[in-house]
Structure formats: structure tokens, C-alpha cells
């Protein structure tokens, strides 16, 4: 859900909090070409609501500010299919699995801004392995960022969030689902009143192997694009909000 100021940690020392709101949906799973596979009367679908809470220290590393954050997921996970015992429609209400997390926030200038960042996500959403949908993963996942933003008022805005993840192993199934590497990406023209228009989305490509077991699982590596229009408003130096629309394409 990163969009534009993905980057822009404010330069002051102090607690700052941000509030992600987000609905995706689907009514189509695809194998490992993109080709939609056959399986009746499917959809998904996600609500969810996440406040974050980041704390911006005096402490200076590499030139940079000391910041931790935390994200506290809440979601509604519904899900409906034709499965091997019959048709099921799942839901799941819970709070998802949590971030937390030490970076450096660097302010370059006035319009360049950059987070290197390491978060750990912690397994605290509901799981069960006879639920269809399940909030939580049920397995820590690593993951390591490198944000930056370019904000201006008037001209040019851009931001790219690269990340990758190493996730563990469930020990429930003793399944482990492959690193990934992704870019959640903005960008964007501001209009000297306030508002930047543009496009945003992401682009996610698992790079190793899932594995049951220990054993290689074939055929399931995740991948995927997204792009939508996208806009920000921000009102003076206290606050701003953004909103998009992605398509997965």
C-alpha cells in the first residue's frame, strides 16, 4: 500500500503515526504462466486497516536519523471456492502478523529522501490449517528495504521502496514459501497547490523455491505486476493523504 512519500520520514525527532486503509479483491487464480486456472465460483477478497507508528530518535548513523517503527495490521479475509469437500465461503477477523523494525532516515536535500530499513514480521495473525483463508502466515519473514523519495511540490515526484524478503518455514505444515524480491513504486507530477497526480503500483517476483519438507516444490514461484492512477494532497507541513486504484496485469 506504499505510495508517494514512501521515503519522506520527517527530519524532527518524535513519535509520528500513519493510518493504511485497503480493499483488494479477486475472482481469479492463475498458474505459473499467468493463464487462469479452473476453479469454480472463486473469489477473495481483503479489508483491512493498519496503523503504523514510527518514532524518529536524535541518534545519528552514517548521517543519517535512527528511526523505529511498528505496523499493527487489521483484517477481514474472506474467501469462496469449490474445494475437494464442496463448496466452502471462508471468513477470517483478526489482527494480522506485525512489523516491527529499526532504520535510517537520510534527508539529502529538500527533496531527496532515503530509509535503509530491516522489519521483522511476526506470525500473530490468526492461522488454523483447516481454514480456507487464514489472516496470518503462521512463520516469521525477514525483510530488507532500501526507500527512496524524490518530493516536490511543483515538477517531478518519484519513489521505489526495493525490498526482499526471506520467509521461514511454517512448522505446523513444514512448508517454506521461497524468498521474493519486490518494488512498490509511485510517480508523479505536483501541481504547486497541494496536489500530485501519477501512477503507482508494484512489481513482485519470488526468486528461490518453495519447499515441503526440505524437498522442492515445482511450479509455485509468486509473481506479479500492478499500476493504477494515484494521487496525493498534501495541507501544509502537518499532514497529507494519498489514495490509488491498482489493476494486477
Not at 475472482?27 to 504462466?33: E, I, L, P, Q, V
Not at 548521517?63 to 474467501?79: A, K, S, Y
Not at 521461514?168 to 521474493?180: A, R
Request: proline share 5%.
Amino acid at each position: 500500500v506504499e505510495n508517494f512519500m514512501a521515503g519522506a520520514v520527517p527530519p524532527k525527532p518524535g513519535l509520528y503515526g500513519m493510518l493504511y486503509s485497503a480493499y483488494y479483491e479477486a475472482d481469479t487464480k492463475t498458474d505459473a504462466n499467468g493463464d487462469a486456472l479452473p476453479i469454480p465460483q472463486f473469489s477473495a477478497s481483503a479489508k483491512v486497516i493498519a496503523p503504523r507508528f514510527a518514532y524518529v530518535s536524535n541518534m545519528d548513523v552514517w548521517g543519517g536519523d535512527v528511526i523505529f517503527h511498528t505496523i499493527i495490521p487489521m483484517i477481514e479475509l474472506n474467501g469462496t471456492g469449490v474445494t475437494p469437500g464442496g463448496y466452502r465461503d471462508d471468513t477470517d477477523l483478526s489482527v494480522g502478523d506485525i512489523t516491527i523494525g529499526p532504520g535510517i532516515a537520510t534527508h539529502y536535500s529538500k527533496n531527496l529522501h532515503t530509509v535503509l530499513a530491516a522489519n521483522l514480521i511476526l506470525p500473530t495473525g490468526s492461522w488454523d490449517a483447516a481454514n480456507m483463508v487464514n489472516v496470518g502466515k503462521n512463520h516469521r519473514a525477514y525483510e530488507f528495504l532500501y526507500i527512496a523519495s524524490w518530493v516536490n511540490p511543483v515538477g517531478f515526484n518519484g519513489d521505489a521502496r526495493i525490498g526482499y524478503i526471506f520467509n521461514s518455514e511454517n512448522k505446523d505444515t513444514n512448508y517454506q514459501s521461497g524468498d521474493e524480491f519486490h518494488i512498490d513504486y509511485a510517480a508523479g507530477w505536483g501541481l504547486g497547490n497541494g496536489w500530485t497526480l501519477g501512477v503507482s503500483g508494484y512489481y513482485l517476483q519470488q526468486v528461490t523455491d518453495d519447499k515441503l519438507n526440505g524437498a522442492v516444490v515445482a511450479d509455485k514461484r509468486t509473481h506479479g505486476f500492478s499500476i493504477g492512477p494515484s494521487v496525493k494532497y498534501a495541507h501544509g507541513k502537518k499532514w497529507y493523504v494519498t489514495a490509488k486504484y491498482e489493476k494486477e496485469v
